[in-house]
């Protein structure tokens, strides 16, 4: 009868350690991966809050000069230097707009363009976003 119990085969402690450090080391690897992947889709969800941001703004001075640029049409003597509107707050972060105001003077249609750029910083990251366009008055 003990040749029965000399036939039952199983794992030692040692294969067992060995097995679990192994996996372990797997699993850790992974969950580096899955923390760096999360860090970096936070990162460019604040990017394109930044993006968006700074056409948003873009479009409604597009809609509106007289509401952020004053006086408005401006003089040479008050173009902007680079407007900053109050710092405002949105998914629990605060963001500050920049709005600047050059002219140029299209001497064939005889009308100027005032060129608008828009800057949106985000205080609590270094992201940082500028876009440009044009506003034709007479």
Request: zero cysteines; charged letters at 20%; hydrophobic letters at 40%.
């Given at each position: 009868?003990?040749?029965?119990?000399?036939?039952?085969r199983?794992?030692?402690?040692?294969?067992?350690?060995?097995?679990?450090?192994?996996?372990?080391?797997?699993?850790?690897?992974?969950?580096?991966?899955?923390?760096?992947?999360?860090?970096?889709?936070?990162?460019?969800?604040?990017?394109?809050?930044?993006?968006?941001l700074?056409?948003?703004?873009?479009?409604?001075?597009?809609?509106?000069?007289?509401?952020?640029?004053?006086?408005?049409?401006?003089?040479?003597?008050?173009?902007?230097?680079?407007?900053?509107l109050?710092?405002?707050?949105?998914?629990?972060?605060?963001?500050?707009?920049?709005?600047?105001?050059?002219?140029?003077?299209?001497?064939?249609?005889?009308?100027?363009?005032?060129?608008?750029?828009?800057?949106?910083?985000?205080?609590?990251?270094?992201?940082?976003?500028?876009?440009?366009?044009?506003?034709?008055?007479?």
């Amino acid at each position: 009868m003990w040749y029965l119990t000399k036939n039952e085969r199983g794992f030692t402690l040692v294969e067992v350690l060995a097995s679990l450090v192994i996996l372990s080391i797997v699993l850790m690897s992974f969950m580096a991966v899955f923390a760096n992947t999360n860090r970096l889709a936070v990162s460019n969800s604040e990017k394109l809050v930044v993006i968006n941001l700074a056409d948003a703004y873009l479009e409604r001075v597009k809609a509106n000069p007289s509401e952020f640029i004053s006086p408005f049409p401006p003089t040479k003597v008050n173009e902007s230097k680079g407007k900053a509107l109050n710092s405002f707050e949105m998914n629990n972060k605060k963001y500050k707009v920049t709005i600047k105001v050059t002219q140029t003077a299209d001497e064939y249609n005889k009308f100027t363009l005032l060129n608008i750029v828009v800057t949106v910083n985000s205080e609590s990251s270094k992201h940082k976003s500028s876009v440009e366009g044009y506003i034709p008055y007479e």
